[in-house]
């Protein structure tokens, strides 16, 4: 043990780690379907659009929750 282990200056700033979900995953498989479906059945297409979009925007007001509790001038 050294003598200056216990001297470690504070952090300067917090890192922001966006909490888990599972929406990115969710808007990646309806954005692969619809792309699936312009070469394969329109069908595809239109499953794929209804999950990406909502999750899409289900995403994006997570997203903007979470940056309104982070402090000013972060």
């Given amino acids: 043990m ?3 282990e216990g001297e470690v ?3 300067g700033e917090q890192v922001h780690v966006p909490k888990p979900s ?3 995953v969710l808007a990646t498989v309806g954005v692969t379907l619809a792309l699936v479906g312009v070469t394969v ?3 595809f297409t239109i499953v ?3 999950i990406a979009v909502p999750v899409i925007v ?3 007001r997570a997203a903007r929750e979470e940056l309104a ?3 000013p001038g972060h």
Avoid: F, K
């Fill in 48 to 50: 794929g659009l209804v």
């Fill in 2 to 4: 050294s003598s200056h």
């Fill in 41 to 43: 059945s329109i069908i």
């Fill in 22 to 24: 599972l929406l990115p």
């Fill in 9 to 11: 200056p504070p952090a």
């Fill in 69 to 71: 509790e982070l402090p």
């Fill in 58 to 60: 289900l995403w994006v």
